[in-house]
């Protein structure tokens, strides 16, 4: 049997991201694809770190020192920092919103340009030392007509983004973008120190066996979601039971979502009266890939969208994935509603 030959026709995310652009035709500047290749180059930094650092930190060499003797920075705060110098110094971007800064960063003049984006550089990173899979998630919009850049260009509905997406590290590391026209999924071919087109087109099953919450906090649900949750744990008409995959990293239960169908959800409860996830840079980018690949993305009471948000670190109620079952879970929220 002869060697399979290596493809010699490879789609690279930085030639998809460029087909992408001429898609447009001449009024794309090429602006945006200068910043998403920027964004990857942060994704291949952020992939070699996770990898370096659950290496050392698992047999013990960090101490408080890593191995080349530098000060051992934690690593969700050097993934926001290779983000803002990276972002800063593609001088397409205007204003930057990190889950990992207090305040907005707007970019001085000289570097200014015309893209917003918001970044959770390093989600669920509390799990890095379990190797559970952790993420970037980012969402880019356009400064509005008008505006010099600032806060006010991040505070619109997630249905104003122009790009999407997240980068998922483990035991390989998976990129998945949207530009408005559906999506893509990419891994780390860290040889060639490139992505590779590999899931194209992702869409969402329109129904799925699997159902992904943190049920700890049942004692706190609303009972909209526990009557959905026994709707389908103990379901009528001799149905099977749905099957229960919690990662509790936000980027790995929303690929899973994906690729295979059903709900991921983190309501608000009794406890978290806005639930725990956060609008800008969590909620919005997964919802607005969720729409893209054909699901649905709420807050049980609305879509999550069009939500306008007031602050940059405001939380929101999330439920998202096969078009199916979040409509099915939507039933038990109007049932409550009348
Ligand atoms: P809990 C990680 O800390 C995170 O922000 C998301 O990635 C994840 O979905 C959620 O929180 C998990 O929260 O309360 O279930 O541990």
Known sequence: MSEELP??????????ILS?????????????????????????????N?????????????????????????????SNDIMVNALRASRKTAVLVSEELEDA?????????????????????????????????????????????????VLKPGSEM?????TMYGSSANLVLSTGNGVNGY????????????HPDIKIPSRGKIYSFN?????????????????????ANGKSPYSARYIGSMVADVHRTFLYGGIFGYPDDKKSKKGKLRLLYEAFPMAFL?????????????????????DIHERCPVFLGSKDDVNDLLKFYEHDKA
């Open 187 to 198: 891994t780390l071919d860290s040889a060639l120190g490139e992505f590779i087109l590999t």
């Open 50 to 78: 996770v990898r370096k650092a659950r290496l050392i930190n698992l047999i013990g060499l960090a101490g408080e020192t890593n191995v080349t003797g530098d000060e051992q920075k934690k690593l969700d705060v050097l």
């Open 290 to 310: 969720t729409e893209q690949a054909g699901g649905i993305a709420t807050t049980g009471r609305g879509r999550i969208l069009d939500i306008v948000p007031t």
């Open 215 to 235: 049920e700890g906090n049942s004692m706190y649900f609303h009972p909209p979601v526990v009557n959905y949750l026994n709707s389908i744990k103990y379901p």
């Open 105 to 153: 960063i707007v970019i001085e003049d000289k570097l200014k340009g015309k893209y917003c984006v918001v970044f959770d550089p390093l989600d669920g990173s509390s799990n890095i030392d379990a190797g559970v899979n952790i993420g970037t998630i980012f969402g880019v919009y356009k400064v509005s007509e008008g505006s010099t850049g600032t806060v006010a260009d």
């Open 162 to 166: 122009v790009a999407a997406g997240y």
């Open 20 to 48: 992408d652009q001429y898609r447009l035709g001449p009024a794309a500047t090429g602006d945006l694809t200068l910043l998403l290749n920027a964004i990857q180059t942060t994704s291949k930094f952020i992939a070699t």
């Open 7 to 16: 493809s010699t026709d490879i789609i690279t995310l930085t030639r998809h």
